[in-house]
């Protein structure tokens, strides 16, 4: 079956400009997770949804970040004016429940000018 | 807070060798630990996945080990080939939180 797809792969814009963020999970999966990765370290955790709920959202850096879920399913990351230091691989990952392998998406690179 | 480390950084090997990958974590109190691999500007592949009342996983030329209480895990890679070069994370979830905490990453590149 397909596994987690996300959309765009690669992201362009300048300093001060918003961002989504797309995320398609595996379909049945209730856990969906957003991690960010630098280069040359390992992916951070940004926000763990359940089903529609943010149920973690510790990692989110800031306030001009946000995450939703409204349906369950596709998630959109989102990013307000944005600085250069949110340049980075956006990793999507999800699972049956939180129990379970999480399986990642390909990622988004953003690269903000 | 948990603490996720991998030495080395990078390893470079002939082709065949019997590799082990280290992966070390400062909080024994782990839910399970996950092996991944990335490849160059691709995402995450989930490779083994031990839960914290395991020992070990095998899969095919790997095999992954885990001891809790010393805070340790090793990636045990068999015959390596040229495709296994990669990136190999390790991280582990924390009992109680449902957010993985990775390492940096081996980058291994295993030379024919």
């Known amino acids: 079956g397909a596994g987690v797809s996300q959309t765009p792969s690669n992201k362009v814009t300048e300093k001060g400009k918003y961002v989504e963020l797309r995320c398609d999970p595996i379909s049945g999966h209730t856990a969906l997770y957003w991690y960010r990765q630098s280069l040359g370290q390992g992916p951070e955790f940004l926000i763990y949804f359940q089903g529609t709920g943010a149920a973690d959202d510790s990692g989110l850096p800031n306030d001009r970040f946000f995450a939703v879920r409204p349906e369950g399913s596709v998630s959109t990351l989102k990013i307000q004016r944005t600085e250069r230091g949110d340049s980075a691989v956006y990793l999507c990952a999800s699972s049956l429940d939180r129990q379970e392998t999480q399986y990642f998406g390909p990622g988004t690179r953003l690269l903000v000018l | 807070k948990q603490e996720v480390t991998q030495i080395p950084a990078a390893l470079s090997v002939p082709e065949g060798e019997n590799l082990v990958l280290n992966c070390s974590f400062t909080d024994s109190a782990i839910y399970n630990l996950q092996w991944f691999r990335q490849d160059p500007g691709k995402g995450l592949t989930s490779l083994l996945l031990?839960?914290?009342?395991?020992r070990e996983q095998t899969s095919g030329r790997l095999n992954a080990s885990l001891d809790k209480s010393s805070g340790r895990s090793t990636l045990y890679i068999a015959a390596s080939q040229p495709g296994d070069s990669a990136t190999y994370l390790c991280?582990?979830?924390?009992?109680?939180?449902?957010?993985?905490?990775f390492g940096k990453g081996m980058k291994l590149t295993v030379n024919p």
């Open positions: 031990i839960q914290s009342s395991q």
């Open positions: 991280a582990v979830k924390q009992g109680g939180s449902e957010k993985l905490v």
